[in-house]
T-cell receptor
Framework: QKEVEQNSGPLSVPEGAIASLNCTYS??????FFWYRQYSGKSPELIMSIYSNGDKEDGRFTAQLNKASQYVSLLIRDSQPSDSATYLCAVNSNFGNEKLTFGTGTRLTIIP | SQTIHQWPATLVQPVGSPLSLECTVEGTSNPNLYWYRQAAGRGLQLLFYSVGIGQISSEVPQNLSASRPQDRQFILSSKKLLLSDSGFYLCAWSESGNTIYFGEGSWLTVV
């Protein structure tokens, strides 16, 4: 069983709509959760981190965490063509153990 | 602010040749350093991480090795490359072992 799972996509969303990206993880002891964006041929860049249950908003991005369901999601409001990328979910299973486990990513395409 | 530099950006190497990728971090002290590999169409695989000079942990048995000769320098090496070593290599750093920041990456093609 994969430790961090994401739907590989591709996920196509019309411009201006809300894109919803989902991630599940297997380790109930996981403490920290991250979303990275990776454009084709480039390195991943951090979008958001979340540590507590609930929602965390940053501009057009909202991360949602539900530890009971072992589920973390990323919502992108007012999607723009520049949001087209692969989104990676990452989980730190034991706080301070120096390592993140990454999902394989969801490819998102925003349709103009 | 902290910055991370990684080089070379791209390289094409024949099978059996050696490899050296280098990474340096600026603007921080005693960072945690990481080497990841991303093969085509696959997720990020942690290869090595280091919490201090000379302290290297290997995650995956392979023909690669890593060294940390200085606090903010991390080197990935191989004595003899295999075709399966092709991929996108990413150096990364963190201050607390939590949030990880990546370098620009190095594209390696073994032919």
């Amino acid at each position: 069983q994969k430790e961090v799972e994401q739907n590989s996509g591709p996920l196509s969303v019309p411009e201006g709509a809300i894109a919803s990206l989902n991630c599940t993880y297997s380790d109930r002891g996981s403490q920290s959760f991250f979303w990275y964006r990776q454009y084709s041929g480039k390195s991943p860049e951090l979008i958001m981190s979340i540590y507590s249950n609930g929602d965390k908003e940053d501009g057009r991005f909202t991360a949602q965490l539900n530890k009971a369901s072992q589920y973390v999601s990323l919502l992108i409001r007012d999607s723009q063509p520049s949001d087209s990328a692969t989104y990676l979910c990452a989980v730190n299973s034991n706080f301070g153990n120096e390592k993140l486990t990454f999902g394989t990513g969801t490819r998102l395409t925003i349709i103009p | 602010s902290q910055t991370i530099h990684q080089w070379p950006a791209t390289l094409v190497q024949p099978v059996g040749s050696p490899l050296s990728l280098e990474c340096t971090v600026e603007g921080t002290s005693n960072p945690n350093l990481y080497w990841y590999r991303q093969a085509a169409g696959r997720g990020l695989q942690l290869l090595f991480y280091s919490v201090g000079i000379g302290q290297i942990s290997s995650e995956v048995p392979q023909n690669l090795s890593a060294s940390r000769p200085q606090d903010r320098q991390f080197i990935l090496s191989s004595k003899k490359l295999l075709l399966s070593d092709s991929g996108f290599y990413l150096c990364a750093w963190s201050e607390s072992g939590n949030t990880i920041y990546f370098g620009e990456g190095s594209w390696l093609t073994v032919v």
